[in-house]
């Protein structure tokens, strides 16, 4: 009886020892990992638990895609390395293997992809050895998130503006209507392209300029006796607004004058141009007069009325609209700009010749011209993060002065972000 145990005892633990010595325990560090796709590729560290390599003299380790468990395709990642030697296991003996997973850039909207990784043992006849690893966990389960777009403006090149204008006539801040704007930006950055330039399309209104100069003044004739009379004099407080709608476009040449430039790429820095302007601007004028309460004044008058005294009639208010067209040919101008990845600050400063031709009103089709000497002057600030914009701009003439003043804030939009809008709403495949 006791033989029959012992021999029974002996085979268990000589196959217990043999089962032990046929089996290696290799296993990711982790079952689950996400990463996010964008326009640059990323790098993620894969950490491989190696406990014990029994077994596998002469073999080696594969990382490879489970297509039957992935939807992410195999051409957008790499894993570096993918195999494993029996020399880099012995060496990982106990230890941890790095492999490095590299997702491909993209800038299209998909969905979550899953791809899933497990591990492969082979001796060196090529047969599957991956029975026989008893670690824990031998699947990686990726979720590869979808580029998302960055609310950060990634240049300030092509833009487009949507906000509203600020009319502080009066020490009043409110905003009034729409401004709109588009503006691109070609800057002058190597030895073959010597000449850029900035082309900018707008809408705005310009502040309220009020004029309470003016009095109207008027006569009024009351009757004592056959031989006096009163003379009332009436002086009402005129009041003139004027406001300007403006749609206008205007293009610069912009010549690097080379000053402050530390490198030839010039990215981020400081820049100053010579930069003549053609601008023609469409400004539709609308002036309201209005009246104050009357201030009287009365004379006493020995004589009698004057025989082509008129009555005294309300004054009412009113309102003319007129239409503006003017050319502006700046032959002197400079182009300030000083943007890098957080701000975006553009100076233009022009004073040349002006030509204006003005509508009697909004349905003359005759016009008077008017020749003068003008300068403009525009700031605008972009913060790249928000696309907040502010502008300011200022313009008047030599001769004939006639002040505009515009002051806009609004969202600063990159022209590709556009794109977006003609995509299929549908994911990829």
């Known amino acids: 009886m006791r033989k029959p145990l012992l021999i029974f005892s002996f085979c268990f633990v000589l196959g217990f020892s043999l089962y032990a010595q046929d089996n290696h325990v290799i296993s990711f560090a982790s079952d689950s990992l996400k990463v996010s796709r964008g326009k640059s590729k990323a790098i993620i560290e894969i950490d491989i638990n190696v406990q014990t390599i029994v077994g596998l003299d002469s073999c080696s380790l594969n990382v490879v895609q489970d297509l039957t468990k992935s939807d992410f395709p195999s051409s957008s990642?790499?894993?570096?390395?993918?195999?494993?030697?029996?020399?880099?296991?012995?060496?990982?003996?106990?230890?941890?293997?790095?492999?490095?997973?590299?997702?491909?850039?993209?800038?299209?909207?998909?969905?979550?992809?899953s791809l899933v990784l497990k591990l492969i043992t082979k001796n060196a006849k090529?047969?599957?050895?991956?029975?026989?690893?008893?670690?824990?966990?031998?699947?990686?389960?990726?979720?590869?998130?979808?580029?998302?777009?960055s609310e950060k403006l990634e240049g300030f090149n092509h833009l487009a503006y949507v906000g509203t204008n600020f009319d502080l006539a009066e020490g009043k801040i409110e905003s009034k209507n729409l401004f709109f704007a588009a503006n691109i930006l070609k800057r002058p950055r190597t030895p073959d392209n010597k000449t850029g330039f900035y082309l900018s399309i707008y809408g705005n209104r310009a502040m309220t300029i009020t004029d309470s100069s003016r009095i109207a003044e008027r006569y009024d004739?009351?009757?004592?006796?056959d031989s006096t009379y009163n003379r009332i004099t009436i002086n009402n407080e005129m009041l003139v607004e004027r406001t300007s709608d403006n749609i206008g476009a205007y293009i610069s040449p912009l010549f690097d004058l080379k000053l402050f430039h530390k490198s030839e790429k010039r990215a981020n820095d400081f820049a100053l141009y010579y930069a003549p302007s053609l601008e023609f601007v469409w400004r539709r004028t609308v002036?309201?007069?209005?009246?104050?309460d009357p201030v009287r004044d009365t004379l006493l008058v020995n004589g009698t009325i004057p025989t082509n005294a008129q009555p005294v009639r309300p004054l009412r208010s009113s309102a003319q609209a007129y239409n503006e067209y003017m050319f502006n040919a700046g032959f002197v101008g400079l182009f300030m700009v000083l943007e890098n990845k957080n701000l975006s600050v553009r100076v233009h400063g022009s004073v040349g010749y002006s030509n204006l031709y003005t509508a009697a009103n909004s349905r003359s089709t005759n016009f008077d011209q008017q020749q003068d000497i003008f300068f403009t002057g525009r700031a605008w600030i972009t913060e790249a993060t928000t696309g907040i914009t502010l502008q300011a701009e200022v313009n008047n003439t030599l001769n004939n002065p006639r002040p505009f003043f515009v002051a806009t804030l609004s969202k600063a939009i990159n022209f590709k972000d556009l794109s977006g809008i003609f995509k299929p709403i549908t994911t990829r495949d």
């Open 126 to 149: 090529g047969e599957d050895l991956s029975e026989k690893n008893k670690g824990t966990i031998s699947s990686l389960h990726i979720t590869v998130k979808p580029f998302a777009k």
């Open 77 to 113: 990642f790499t894993v570096t390395p993918s195999i494993f030697k029996s020399d880099q296991l012995k060496a990982a003996n106990g230890g941890v293997l790095k492999a490095f997973l590299t997702v491909k850039p993209d800038t299209l909207v998909d969905r979550d992809r």
């Open 221 to 225: 004739f009351q009757a004592l006796t």
């Open 287 to 292: 002036e309201h007069i209005s009246f104050g």
